[in-house]
């Protein structure tokens, strides 16, 4: 890989095919997103579609996507599965089920058999919203994490940086399961400060069956006065522990839009990764999430 402290120049662009490997959406009117609260998150205290998205991402080279799931509510993922088979552009989905729930298998065997099931990639839950930093080594965690193994799944980790060292062992004791963390551990991009968030994404990226998202950052940082300087420090942390390989980028839409358009998302991950060569950046923007996510 390239020394990531050198920056390509402006005009080095992304691959014309890319893969959005995180971005959402909900209806209100359907069911409540109870964690949109507060005033700064009232830009997206609103209606987000498939339909609405599809245009800005296919201008910039979109060419398949995985749709995540927001709230641990069972009747989400079947909605999902119906959006991927709605729209093409949706080639993945990371969908929700109880881990601790004792028919934790049967229930994945159930929605792999839905109408559009095939679509379902991976499984997450919002750990980052559990008190136990410990959370992923529970028993009853554990052994939902290998009914997902089982399923031929991945499982994303969506965590706040004190709970790295949680995903690092639950991720050595699963040694058959692909974790993906997603939007680099959320990182305080804006308090610009980086340890220990970066010896522990060092330990986690260690171990080979763990996969990181470039996603999520611009929302870490300042939202009104952002710049890829800020960012750049941690997508490099990233990009030299995890390696192009296994770094895949996401849009993050509609949170992203809280501090920056579909556009302009990508055009950070361009100048974040205009070090790399054209085959790396190949696999950050499409064939990492392939591998990962079975697309």
């Known amino acids: 890989m390239a020394d990531p402290t050198e920056r390509a120049p402006a005009s080095v662009r992304r691959p014309a ?11 209100l009117s ?3 997103q109870e964690w949109i609260a507060g005033p700064e998150l009232a830009p997206i205290r609103r ?10 991402a296919r201008a910039a080279g979109v060419v398949a996507s995985v749709l ?28 929700w089920t109880d881990l601790t729930a004792p028919a934790v ?3 994945l065997h159930r929605l792999r058999q839905l109408t559009g099931g095939q679509h379902l990639v991976s499984v997450r839950h919002q ?7 410990d959370w992923l080594l529970r028993p009853d965690v554990r052994r939902g994490l290998e009914a997902v193994a089982a399923a031929g799944l991945a499982y994303d980790l969506v965590v706040l940086p004190h709970q790295l060292p949680a995903c690092t062992e639950v991720a050595r004791r699963h040694p058959r399961l692909t974790f993906v963390l997603d939007h680099l551990g959320k990182p305080p991009i804006a308090a610009g400060a980086r340890t220990p968030w970066a010896t522990d994404i060092g330990a986690l990226a260690a171990l080979p069956n763990t996969v990181c998202k470039l996603s999520g950052m611009v929302t870490e940082a300042d939202p009104a006065a952002w710049t890829t300087a800020d960012l750049a420090p941690y997508a ?37 990764t205009g070090q790399l060569t054209d085959a790396e950046r ?14």
């Open 68 to 95: 995540v799931q927001t709230v641990t509510v069972a009747d989400e993922t079947p909605e999902l599965l119906a959006v991927a088979v709605r729209n093409d552009l949706v080639a993945g989905v990371v969908g």
């Open 236 to 272: 490099d942390t990233v990009l030299e522990a995890f390696g192009p390989r296994r770094l895949m980028f996401g849009s993050d839409w509609p949170v992203c839009t809280l501090a920056a358009g579909y556009e302009e998302v990508l055009d950070a991950a361009d100048e974040l």
């Open 30 to 32: 359907v069911r409540d």
């Open 17 to 27: 095919s890319v893969v959005d490997a995180h971005h959402h959406v909900w209806d």
């Open 47 to 56: 209606d987000f579609t498939i339909e609405e998205m599809e245009p800005a």
């Open 105 to 107: 298998a049967d229930e």
């Open 282 to 295: 190949a696999e950050v923007f499409s064939g990492t999430a392939r591998r990962a996510y079975g697309l």
């Open 127 to 133: 750990v980052q919203g559990e008190p136990d930093p």
